[in-house]
């Protein structure tokens, strides 16, 4: 079935709920005419395709351009953008790198920056909360926490918009992200290499990995890149999404402050209800029928997750934000082999900085409406003006 909608068009990316719904209840699979692809939004056929990589292939990129056709914007990922079996020995060396008992020890520095930030938020009273607190605290542990140089950092987020930007179609919020990145890119191919990582960071643990020979030294770079590009502006936006929720929801708001220990639910909800990072694409490897749908081998699907995690038939009450819901099973940070493998350090941020907040906050208001942050391929708000109460 064919579908007359655009999710890449400005008025879409403000309000986007309506679009996804609208391909969510169309039918199992629609057809985008206006990018020449195929869209799923219910999550039961959003979580099959990410189950079978074999079928649903990463190698031809999961923006919208086929890079094998060289249309891709910088070098592959060897992790993002590869299928097993070229995936598995660089994905086996970022679970190790990644894992929680390797990430055990930063915890206790999270939890020290996390009430620096807010403390200093709620001495200023009336801040906006997607840069005071969802992007001060990620900018400032994870690039620590890799072993970044304190020098350059401030082309992180500009690289990072390059990136997700680059994901869609050739539009004015791609044009402009290029005209911003400035020297990112430079700074992104001198901050991969060993020699400008401290040597106890994730970084220098990963180029480890390289020197016992488990991946090459190039793989090494790739991934250390990975940190630069999906780690931070993800975590941030997710940040800012429940903060939002949290200020206009007293109920909510009071749960978390009488369990503190509910910030990782606060979280969650918020990656379900703003999931972050809203499209995934795929290529089919062969013919494969979705229903009565037919999709061809090398046709682009895109998986709505934004879609699929307000899906009715999965959840109900999808659009509310409810700190008591299981919100396992979303699909914000994907699911099969190319699971997001930094969803713990992501958690173990959201932990500190939301715990921090419910214990350190009496009360938090809207002190003016969110903007959205207008992306190709994420979701969220570039502000969340609000006032903060001192506990
Ligand atoms: C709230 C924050 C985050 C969200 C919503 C998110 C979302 C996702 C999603 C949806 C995928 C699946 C992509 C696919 O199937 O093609 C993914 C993969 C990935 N994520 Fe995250 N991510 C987050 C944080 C992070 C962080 C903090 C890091 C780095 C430390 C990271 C690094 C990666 C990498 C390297 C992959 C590719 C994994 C693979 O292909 O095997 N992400 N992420």
Known sequence: MELD???????????????????????????????GVWAAGRHADVAAVFRDWSTWSSAAGTGLADIRRGEGWRPPSVLLDADPPAHTAARRVMNRVLAPRALAELAARFAEVAARVVDDAVAVGEVDAAVALAERFPMTVLP???????????????????????????????????????????????????????????????YAHAAAGDIGADDAALLVRSFLSAGIDTTILALGSAVHELARRPGQWAVLRDDPDLARAAFEE?????????????????????????????EKLLM???????????????????????AAGHTAFGAGVHNCVGQVIARMEAEALLGALARRVARIEPAGPSRPRLSNWLRGFASVPVRLTAA
């Open 5 to 35: 909608v655009d999710p890449f068009a400005p008025d879409v990316l403000a309000d986007p709920v309506p679009t996804d719904t609208a391909i969510r209840e169309a039918a199992r699979v629609v057809w985008l005419p206006a990018h």
């Open 270 to 298: 918020a990656l379900r209800l703003h999931t972050p990072s809203p499209v995934i694409g795929r290529t089919a490897t062969r013919e494969v029928a979705i229903g009565d749908t037919v999709v061809r081998a090398d």
């Open 304 to 326: 709505m997750l934004g879609a699929a995690n307000r899906d009715p038939r999965r959840w109900d009450a999808p659009d509310s934000y409810d700190l008591h819901r299981k």
């Open 144 to 206: 620590d926490a890799v072993g970044m140089a304190p020098e350059g950092r401030e082309h992180l987020l500009p690289y990072a918009a390059l990136n997700f930007e680059s994901m869609g179609p050739h539009n004015e919020l791609r044009a402009d992200a290029e005209r911003r990145a400035g020297g990112a890119r430079e700074y992104v191919t001198w901050q991969m290499r060993r020699d400008a990582l401290s040597d106890d960071g994730i970084g220098a643990a990963i």
